[in-house]
């Protein structure tokens, strides 16, 4: 089915699925906001491994998101980068001290042990470990291999089988020009790994995403998936844009222009949470320095007053884009002054403004308020009448309940959307 298509049908068919009497959320199609596991259920185990996309899914999570690397074999493992000692072991195994080195990573000089220089049967020799261990949990490093992107797929399906709701997957292709440049291409192997294994058309449940532009459009010439345009920070450029010369930067691409651009050859934009609601940095005292507002002796995105919503999503929907914004996390260091350390405050306000999706390291706190806030596509509800008979809800819960009951039929639906 064309990619279109597939929209103009969702909104047709998700439009039962608008609460009544409640603020809804305008997404795009109707449909509820999807909740992605955001390197899995992050905030609570290492990224990327098995057990972190278990238990994302256990909490409800409607997508997870593998960050697709390369091994010198050619096969695609889950990690945020290829470089691998913040997330792994790998600083502690003396039999791999002598690959240690330095590399230049899109334009940027970086040491350590990279991916491209294990095979996979030394990858699995590794253990993850906790990337932020100053906010989360270490109780579970040294318990996890890095899992391949086949892992990945076969534990969706098999949990997509046991729980009956469609787990869908979200990969990121990461360096995807250093990797072209190094003989080792992501493009080709993702789309035969997701051919392999039935994701071929837009209705199936998997997006591929990526913060450079050339793949994606090489992509959308190998593959009919659903693709989606990441953006950096606005004066940044995509590197694939460094690299040709071409002087555009994310900012641009947020333009009108650049969205009608963007929607040639992706159906959704995944932008940082700050380029629909920015914030500001307080320099009060004129010193250069942003201020500490909160007084805990750390400046944090805590000390960032919220500013005005900028128009993003409006304009990404008239573009005809889905907007997945990321990243969600709980902890008071990512949250503005304005929540006072309550995310679900967060998630109120970015789905409010008809967001189609969101990326989070906490899927339960986010499959809770989008089930509040917009309707749970995946839980069935008690029949409404048979309450009212027993006095049990009043007339406006059932109300409701009809109206969402209508998102258990379309859990397909949303959750490739
Ligand atoms: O893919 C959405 C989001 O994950 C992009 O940021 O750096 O966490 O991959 P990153
Ligand atoms: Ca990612």
Do not use: C
Request: glycine share 8%; net charge negative.
């Amino acid at each position: 089915m064309f990619r279109s298509l597939k929209l103009v049908l969702l909104a047709t068919a998700a439009l039962a699925l608008v609460p009544v009497g409640e603020a809804a959320a305008a997404t795009l199609t109707g449909a509820p906001p999807i909740v992605i596991g955001h390197r899995g259920a992050s905030g609570y185990r290492p990224e990327h491994t098995l057990a972190a996309y278990e238990l994302a899914i256990d909490m409800g999570a409607d997508y997870i998101e593998p960050d697709v690397v390369s091994t010198k074999d050619g096969v695609l493992i889950a990690r945020h980068e290829n470089e691998i000692s913040g997330t792994t072991d790998v600083s502690s195994r003396p039999e791999f001290a002598d690959r240690y080195t330095t590399k230049i990573i899109d334009g940027a000089e970086v040491e350590g042990w990279f991916t491209e220089d294990f095979t996979l049967a030394e990858i699995k020799t590794l253990r993850a470990k906790e990337r932020l261990p100053q906010l989360r949990s270490t109780a579970y490093d040294g318990l996890y291999e890095v899992p391949t992107l086949q892992e990945v797929i076969d534990l969706a399906k098999r949990k997509s089988a046991e729980t009956g709701r469609t787990i869908g997957i979200y990969p990121e292709t990461k360096h995807p020009t250093y990797f072209n440049s190094v003989g080792l291409s992501l493009e080709e192997p993702l789309v035969e790994i997701l051919t392999a294994n039935g994701y071929t058309d837009a209705d199936d449940a998997v997006f591929i995403q990526s913060f450079e532009v050339a793949n994606l459009q090489r992509l959308n010439t190998l593959t009919n998936v659903s693709l989606v345009q990441l953006f950096g920070g606005s004066g940044s450029q995509p590197y694939d844009f460094v690299v040709s010369g071409d002087s555009r930067t994310y900012g641009d691409l947020v333009t009108s222009t650049g969205l009608a651009g963007i929607a040639e050859y992706a159906q959704g934009i995944g932008p940082s949470k700050g380029l629909i609601i920015p914030s500001a940095t307080v320099d009060r005292d004129g010193d250069g320095k942003a201020d500490d507002l909160n007084g805990d002796g750390v400046i944090s995105d805590a000390d960032r007053p919220l500013k005005e919503p900028t128009t993003l999503i409006d304009d990404a929907h008239a573009a005809g884009l889905l907007v997945h914004a990321y990243t969600f996390r709980n902890e008071d260091f990512f949250l503005a002054p304005e929540y006072n350390g309550n995310p679900e405050l967060e998630y109120e306000k970015f789905l409010k403004l008809g967001l189609d999706g969101l990326f989070s390291d906490f899927p339960d706190t986010a499959v809770a308020v989008r089930n509040r806030v917009a309707g749970n596509p995946n839980q069935a509800v008690p029949e409404p009448s048979s309450l009212a008979i027993l006095g049990i809800l009043p007339l406006a819960e059932i109300l409701r309940r009809r109206q969402n009951q209508g998102g258990k039929k379309a859990k397909k639906a949303i959750a490739s959307s």
